[in-house]
């Protein structure tokens, strides 16, 4: 089955860290970028990080920059989130998809998990 | 970064109504645009992505269109399952950015 499913989610205070784990099966995980999306308890979607296939391009949203390390291990099909020095403000369920081309030049966010909650709370 | 602005945030409407979303990019992003929906305790699922390319699986009353700077997600006979919340999502640079949501709720 294709599937993504994210792990490592939990409470932390702030200050703390915490690394998210997604698994990947069903597909060649190892062709596709993949993403890190997060949603705060009632607000909006929020994208966080990008990594490229190979691991050669990385990008973070400004609010994580310094705090926050997306990786991959394409052996291992999975995409990880090191999350450090974490805020109140981080708190949210953490979502990771990936990233379908279209050879129209469309990039586009097909397949996700179900997400794992993160608590930053003292 | 691109600012992604979403009307309305919310709305009401009826089964068999149609409706229309827009989103209007800070700048021009070509037609790099996608339409997500999410429901509640679920993960955002792609409708539309290439500001009009509909999305296998996704049924054919969904339509999106734009370019540029204005785009409009339409639902032209609105079904009970449709009931959602909907995001668009500019992928024309980094930092992504989505839109803030509008819900669609029941009349």
């Known amino acids: 089955e294709v599937q993504l499913v994210e792990s490592g989610g939990g409470q932390v205070k702030p200050g703390g860290s915490l690394r998210l784990s997604c698994a990947a099966s069903?597909?060649?995980?190892?062709?596709?970028?993949m993403n890190w999306v997060r949603q705060a308890p009632g607000k909006g979607l929020e994208w966080v990080a990008s990594?490229?296939?190979?691991?050669?391009?990385?990008y973070y949203t400004d609010s994580v920059k310094g705090r926050f390390t997306i990786s991959r291990d394409n052996a291992k099909k999975s995409l990880y989130l090191q999350m450090d020095s974490l805020r109140a403000e981080d708190t949210a369920v953490y979502y990771c998809?990936?990233?379908?081309?279209?050879?129209?030049?469309?990039?586009?966010?097909?397949?996700w998990g179900r997400g794992t909650l993160v608590t930053v709370s003292s | 970064a691109i600012q992604m602005t979403q009307s309305p945030s919310s709305l009401s409407a009826s089964v068999g109504d149609r409706i229309t979303i827009t989103c209007r990019a800070s700048?021009?992003?070509?037609?790099?645009l996608g339409w997500y929906q999410q429901k509640p305790g679920q993960a955002p699922k792609v409708l539309i992505y290439?500001?009009?390319s509909l999305q296998s699986g996704v049924p054919s009353r969904f339509s999106g269109s734009g370019s540029g700077t204005d785009f409009t997600l339409t639902i032209s006979s609105l079904q009970p399952e449709d009931f959602a919340t909907y995001y668009c999502?500019?992928?024309?640079?980094?930092?992504?950015?989505f839109g803030q949501g509008t819900k669609v709720e029941i009349k």
């Open positions: 990594i490229s296939s190979s691991s050669s391009y990385i």
């Open positions: 999502l500019q992928d024309y640079s980094y930092p992504r950015t």
């Open positions: 290439g500001a009009s």
């Open positions: 069903g597909f060649m995980f190892s062709s596709y970028n």
């Open positions: 700048q021009g992003i070509r037609i790099d």
């Open positions: 998809a990936r990233d379908a081309y279209d050879n129209s030049g469309s990039w586009y966010y097909d397949l």
